[in-house]
């Protein structure tokens, strides 16, 4: 979790500013020797214009080091034998966890976790820098240990990273992208973990049972105390990082199967403000506490783990379909690309709102792409109707250059969803060139009310007079 030139507020990290390089891989690094610097190992990387001197701590945290799972089992004599087996089973491979293993069950619900767990195991050059984490750890006889090891073989690999120069080379404090070359000839892969339920929710669990279990948790955030024990029979405090975008490319497809199917009823969460927060810690060793433990994980914040599922248009988002479509009829330049409907991703901790009221349905939201001349415009509507939903607004949205929009619109749909149904402005900001948010009309507007669509039209063509998108010559018909 700690970088170098970066402070710490509890979980939140602040960065410091620094120069950012990029660099291909062209040869294997030679490693520094330990006094030349501070005592610690680095490795340099040779690159076209300078050479790149990156931590050996640093490497290993974006290779392997991704979770404190892992971490632990790079400093077991065992090693990777005690995470999981791999079996080869004609054109296919089997990932076997053992009941023990302390491997996040988290982690199997994320496609950018589960390619770096097969990138791992399958691959006997990985395997083996990966055990050398310990085996240079019981090889150190100095007073003070420096952290060490192999690196496998990165020839073709991108990296982007954050540090300083020094004269012609460049120094590097934190690797925060790195995309693998394209690994292909890999198996089908199925992975299997006993402890994993497959939850199938259903109306009954018995004969007149028709009240849903009810939970009441707090709307506080989990907050870290270094000090308290863990009860390893507690959900996880799940803390994703996205400051890290690890690309490995490989060419296979990965199944995973639970250990068991678990029938359940959906539960109702009451979210109340006025209990205090959980806590979370580290100490998972102890399990004398009460504590969650804290599971900080920076490789699960891909768009790739984000699935957009399709869903039925709503009443509300109907009128804002037809709002789209008047405003298309009036400007004879701007095109309709497609109008889509969605049920909001999951979040990733317990959120109000997130359901409808007096269901377990999520809400939906619509996605409006338009062509206004060469530019493409995105529309983000989030049916929120109900008695206690917050007030929010509708962005108008052109992503940036080099912006993919549906990886965009992922990211930032699940930000609405975390940051408790409203929206991040950072996450759209960072994806955006330009953005603009309209309010709603007052009053019941999901009615159709042609009142309340005309001054819903009139806010749309405001906004978009300032984004540059119309003017009034281009208006073809008038309201």
């Not at 709307?219 to 000090?227: E, I, R, S, V, Y």
Request: net charge negative; aromatic share 10%; hydrophobic share 35%.
């Amino acid at each position: 979790m700690l970088v170098e030139s970066s402070t710490y507020e509890n979980k939140v990290r602040y960065q410091h500013a620094q120069a950012s390089h990029q660099w291909s891989v062209v040869e294997s690094p030679h490693k520094l020797s330990i006094s030349n610097i501070d005592g610690g190992v680095y490795f340099v990387f040779p690159s076209e214009k300078n050479n790149v001197i990156v931590p050996a701590i640093e490497l290993a945290r974006v290779l392997f080091l991704n979770n404190f799972h892992l971490t632990r089992t790079a400093f077991r004599p065992n090693g990777l034998q005690s995470l999981a087996t791999v079996e080869r089973l004609g054109e296919n491979a089997e990932i076997r966890f053992n009941r023990l293993s302390d491997y996040p069950l988290s982690n199997l619900t994320s496609q950018t976790a589960l390619k770096h767990l097969v990138w791992l195991l399958l691959s006997e050059d990985n395997r083996r820098s990966f055990n050398s984490i310990y085996q240079k750890f019981i090889e150190c006889s100095d007073q003070n240990w420096h952290f060490d090891f192999e690196p496998p073989d990165l020839t073709l690999w991108k990296f982007s990273a954050k540090g300083y120069f020094e004269g012609d080379d460049f120094f590097v404090n934190e690797i925060n992208e790195m995309h693998s070359n394209k690994i292909d000839g890999l198996p089908d892969i199925h992975i299997y973990h006993p402890n994993k339920k497959e939850p199938i929710f259903i109306d009954k669990l018995t004969e007149g049972g028709s009240k849903p279990p009810r939970m009441t948790i707090s709307g506080k955030p989990d907050a870290l105390d270094f000090k308290s024990g863990v009860n390893p029979k507690r959900k996880h405090s799940i803390f994703k990082s996205d400051e890290l975008k690890q690309r490995i490319h490989l060419q296979t497809n990965i199944a995973v199967q639970a250990g068991t199917i678990s029938p359940r009823r959906k539960p109702k969460i009451d979210i109340d403000d006025a209990l205090p927060a959980n806590t979370t810690g580290l100490n998972q060793g102890k399990g004398n506490g009460d504590a969650k433990e804290f599971d900080y994980q920076v490789n699960t914040g891909s768009e790739d783990d984000i699935t957009l599922t399709e869903a039925n248009c709503s009443d509300r988002l109907e009128v804002m379909r037809s709002v789209i479509n008047q405003m298309v009829a009036m400007y004879g330049h701007i095109k309709v690309l497609e109008i889509n409907t969605y049920k909001c991703p999951n979040p990733n901790k317990a959120v109000r709102g997130y359901y409808y009221d007096g269901t377990q349905e999520p809400r939906v939201f619509l996605w409006g792409q338009l062509l206004v001349g060469e530019r493409e415009i995105h529309i983000l509507e989030v049916d929120n109707s109900g008695e206690n939903t917050k007030k929010i607004s509708t962005p108008v949205i052109e992503f940036g250059l080099g912006i993919t929009a549906c990886a965009a619109v992922k990211k930032i749909m699940q930000a609405y969803v975390d940051a408790g149904m409203k929206w991040d402005t950072s996450v759209i900001t960072t994806n955006a060139s330009s953005a603009k948010y309209i309010n709603h009309p007052a009053g019941k507007f999901e009615t159709g009310d042609e009142a309340h669509i005309n001054r819903w039209l009139g806010y749309f063509t405001k906004q978009f007079r300032e984004m540059g998108l119309i003017s009034d010559q281009a208006s073809t018909s008038t309201n």
